[in-house]
């Protein structure tokens, strides 16, 4: 009977040992002030359950628990949200984010070893426009898109769900062409990250 017991003790433990607790990679967060409103996006790669279950996400400001979900995609943006700009509002000063995956052995959660800054909600009035304000020849495009007026700035494609599809820096110029012939048809937001704003625009990629 010792012996069978003792057979249990070590068969639990090697089936601990064997669960995937692999972490969350590639965390990505950003996050702009639109006048005046304010939009986020947070991302994480899903990671290889190998012969586990995945269970979801915890998603975490500083040590605090804020939310467990199965998507693995947290985001506020003005095509829709699943979440809400109060995220960015914690103790009213800058944290930081991390992620952990939540295995269906025993709810195992991972460890984590990426985490991401949030500067918190941003506050202000809304600027004067200047002269030479950034334009788009055309939200709806086939395989560039063309901006006028673009000083330099950071440029970043979101898919409707929040994922970056693309990112690069203008050189300054009057007319810069970006290349998206190898983005999927549909719809995807643009952000241009000037040096005291961002610019979002509604792309429509045929």
Same mark, same amino acid.
């Given at each position: 009977m010792k012996r069978f017991i003792a057979f249990l003790a070590v068969l639990s433990l090697a089936l601990s040992a064997s669960a995937q607790i692999n972490e969350i990679k590639n965390l990505y967060f950003s996050q702009w002030y639109d006048y005046p409103y304010n939009f986020f996006t947070l991302n994480w790669e899903t990671p290889d359950p190998g012969n586990d279950?995945? %269970?979801g996400y915890r998603i975490y400001r500083n040590n605090e628990l804020y939310?467990? %979900?199965?998507?693995?995609a947290l985001?506020?943006?003005?095509? /829709? $949200?699943? $979440?809400s700009d109060t995220f960015l509002s914690f103790n009213n000063s800058s944290f930081y984010i991390h992620v952990v995956a939540v295995y269906n052995h025993d709810s195992l959660a991972s460890t984590y070893s990426d985490s991401t800054l949030c500067y /918190?909600?941003?506050? /202000?009035?809304k600027n004067d426009s200047p002269v030479n304000y950034p334009e788009i020849e055309s939200t709806i495009c086939h395989s560039a898109l063309a901006i006028n007026n673009c000083p330099q700035c950071k440029i970043t494609m979101l898919d409707l769900s929040g994922r970056p599809v693309l990112n690069q820096e203008t050189p300054q110029s009057k007319h810069t062409e970006i290349n998206i012939s190898k983005l999927t048809p549909g719809y995807y937001l643009l952000l241009l990250n000037l040096e005291n704003s961002v610019q979002t625009f509604k792309i429509l990629k045929i």
């Open positions: 279950t995945l %269970q939310k467990t %979900q199965t998507e693995n985001f506020h943006l003005p095509t /829709g $949200s699943n $979440s /918190g909600l941003a506050l /202000g009035v």
